[in-house]
């Protein structure tokens, strides 16, 4: 497959100046959970976006923004990241011959994360302070230098997310029922929404999905209807975020879509997490909250039966194994002999 900026041309902002930037992006695979299928009486898929060359959904957005960076004529860029945003745009500009500065919230990324970021050459500034702090750093600093802003409030990152709605109609013929997806910053729902409608617009589909976005209970300012969760905390790193940029555009993509907000918990995530990897497929806490949300509103019966649903699964789980590692009973060394091999796995 081409990248996205070839793939979806006709439908993104890319000009004869615009570099087609590409690293073999997007056409992530949509896979059928049986189980969960059962479990929640309907028939889901999930959108692994694991799969992307840095491991999230967030290569989508970031190959446009890069792209109308270079574009411009800028040599730098800059983001804040929960993790995932960094690796993505650390990748991009170098492949893209541009410096990259990022800035983290000190202590709370991924380890995985952060080796991406270092291994493909961004300049990292670890900061005392949340990610809140960090995007309004960043937004302050590109304001000021000739920096090109590359988090999600650049326009073009939704732009570059909004493919993998298309994605899922090219290959289910239409959109599903219900959208599924973990909500952080809020960009992701508001671009999936902005897809389906130009989708629809284009005549490539009819009925819209009811989008269901989930935060995490310590950082869900838009669930608990209030505009910022002042000290934001989940395991789940990569929603822990307390004011939604694209907070506007998400409610709107709800309202619109005859959709709903709701939160779960910590271990509401982590349950999902198992679920997901007991269908064959390793995603990072945060992914999970799509998953854990509609097992939630199933169990309260407020999710209807018989839906197409499709879950999205933002970042790989090899991101951050100690999640996975944390909840489970580490290996035990035995003796290397058949007896006592033998005996262990009774
Ligand atoms: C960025 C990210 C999110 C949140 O997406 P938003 O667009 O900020 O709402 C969720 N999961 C993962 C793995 C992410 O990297």
Known sequence: MPGLLERYRPYLPVTDRTPLLSLSEGSTPLIHAPRLSERLGGEVHL????????????????????????????DTVICASTGNTSAAAAAYATRAGLRCIVLIPDGNIALGKLAQAVA????????????????????????????????????HRLQGQKTAAFEIVDELGAAPDILAIPVGNAGNISAYWMGFREYRSAGKMTALPRMYGFQAAGAAPLARGVERVENPETLATAIRIGAPASAH????????SGGLF??????????????????????????????????????????????????????????DPGSAMRHVAPPVAVEASMDRVLESIR
């Open 120 to 155: 493909y050459g961004a300049q990292i500034v670890a900061i005392q302070g949340n990610f809140d702090v960090a995007l309004d750093l960043v937004r302050e600093i590109s304001a000021q230098q000739p920096i090109a802003l590359v988090n999600s409030v650049n326009p």
């Open 262 to 319: 709701d939160m779960v918990t910590d271990d509401e995530i982590m349950e999902a997490y198992q679920l997901v990897a007991s269908e064959g497929v390793f995603c990072e806490p945060a992914s999970a909250a799509s998953v854990a949300g509609l097992i939630k509103r199933h169990a309260a019966g407020q999710l209807p039966a018989g839906q197409r649903i499709v879950a999205v699964l933002t970042g790989n789980g090899l991101k």
């Open 249 to 256: 555009l998400a409610k709107a993509a709800v309202q619109e």
């Open 47 to 74: 959108k692994y976006e694991g799969l992307n060359p840095t491991g999230s959904f967030k290569d989508r957005g970031m190959v446009m923004a890069v792209a109308k960076a270079v574009e411009a004529g800028a």
